[in-house]
């Protein structure tokens, strides 16, 4: 492979960059035993006739009485296992809450996150991620380059003189196309409020899924992210981000 002319090979990530990955994966995967313990605590409830409503944020208002003394109509056995959930939650939402200091304090002096964060929906989470694990940008030649490698390009399925562009291929990190697609799936509230300033995104909506709706915005962002990170600038709010062009 070393020996091709056209090889490329992918840039050695600095120790920094290595470190905050760590912390992005780490940050992941805590999330992650975070639902879990979420929807423990809620299946452990319904099985007594106690039915949380929709959001994180009453299972924490429960939990947050249910340790400060106000226990719920059923047996002390019961009382007792939610009581040991609900202390994992706390002291695991303390750590996420610990790892995203770490992120805002790793970003403050980082350059390249604060550009990428006047891109709208790309907020510090994405746009630190996106810092370090894109060590040089301009290995890649294009934004719809960049976009590919993160799997947010559709697969072209061809037959004959016809051409079809199916599913997103999903190749590459899973990781960064997550956040993308999360952040402008936000984006997607933006739209519905003030339809006049996101023409594009309005008729896509006409037609299309939410879902896939944000995967496309997600394909512009990634195409945005890169010409930003390439040129050394920031995105300029008076260029709609569905008619910006990599």
């Known amino acids: 492979a070393v020996t091709r002319p056209t090889m490329r090979f992918v840039a050695v990530k600095s120790l ?13 995967l805590l999330i992650r035993q975070r639902t879990q313990l979420v929807n423990m ?5 319904a099985e007594f006739g106690i039915v949380l409503a929709k959001g994180i944020q ?41 790892l995203d200091k770490d992120i805002r304090t790793w970003s403050k002096d980082n350059e390249v996150v604060k550009r990428l ?15 370090a694990t894109v060590t040089d940008p301009h290995q890649f030649t ?4 960049f976009a590919a ?15 079809r562009m199916g599913r997103i291929s999903k190749m590459g990190d ?16 933006a739209a519905r409020r ?22 496309a915005m997600a394909n512009k962002a990634a195409r945005i992210a890169w010409v930003v990170m390439t040129r050394g600038e920031v995105y300029r709010a008076h260029h709609p981000i569905t008619e910006a062009t990599a």
């Not at 003030?194 to 995967?215: M, Q």
Request: positive net charge; proline residues 6%; contains cysteine.
């Open 149 to 163: 490698s993160l799997g947010l390009t559709p697969k072209a399925d061809c037959s004959g003189d016809k051409q």
């Open 142 to 145: 294009s934004g719809r380059q």
């Open 41 to 45: 605590i809620r299946g452990q409830l």
């Open 58 to 98: 009453h299972v924490f208002k429960f939990t947050g009485q249910l340790l400060g003394g106000e226990a719920p109509d059923i047996p002390p056995l019961a009382v007792s296992v939610i009581v040991t959930l609900a202390e994992q939650l706390r002291d695991l939402h303390a750590r996420i809450g610990g």
């Open 194 to 215: 003030k339809p006049e300033a996101h023409p594009w995104v309005t008729r896509l909506l006409a037609s299309k899924p939410n879902k896939l709706v944000a995967v």
């Open 16 to 28: 920094d960059q290595q470190s905050m990955l760590a912390l992005h994966r780490t940050r992941d």
């Open 117 to 131: 964060q006047t891109i709208p929906g790309i907020g510090i989470v994405t746009a630190s991620a996106l810092a």
């Open 174 to 189: 899973r990781y960064l196309r997550r956040l993308l697609v999360n952040g402008m799936t936000s984006q997607l509230q």
